[in-house]
């Protein structure tokens, strides 16, 4: 089982697009314009880094994320899921 969060970025940033309804990153709270900054340990400035982080989670693990939004920092708790739960939601 691969590990999904549900997130989509601008281009090659760590700036959220889109969150999709459901997914591990919206019952986190994370939102469009909000700019992930690290996971668990990993820091983050590109998209690769951000799928490389990813795939070292285990679905079912929780981790920290530190999101700035607008002025704000803010620390969410991911829990990661599965590719197989997310396609059961669609």
Request: no cysteine; proline share 6%; charged share 30%.
């Given at each position: 089982?691969?590990?999904?969060?549900?997130?989509?970025?601008?281009?090659?940033?760590?700036?959220?697009?889109?969150?999709?309804?459901?997914?591990p990153a919206y019952r986190?709270?994370?939102?469009?314009?909000?700019?992930l900054r690290k996971l668990?340990?990993?820091?983050?400035?590109?998209?690769?880094?951000?799928r490389a982080s990813v795939?070292?989670?285990?679905?079912?693990?929780?981790?920290?994320?530190?999101?700035?939004?607008?002025?704000?920092?803010?620390?969410?708790?991911?829990?990661?899921?599965?590719?197989?739960?997310?396609?059961?939601?669609?």
């Open positions: 089982r691969l590990p999904y969060l549900g997130l989509v970025f601008e281009g090659d940033t760590t700036i959220v697009k889109g969150v999709d309804p459901g997914s986190a709270g994370l939102k469009p314009g909000d700019r668990g340990a990993d820091r983050l400035g590109s998209q690769a880094e951000v795939g070292r989670l285990r679905p079912g693990e929780s981790v920290d994320a530190p999101v700035e939004r607008g002025e704000e920092l803010l620390l969410r708790v991911l829990k990661a899921g599965s590719r197989l739960d997310a396609a059961r939601v669609k």
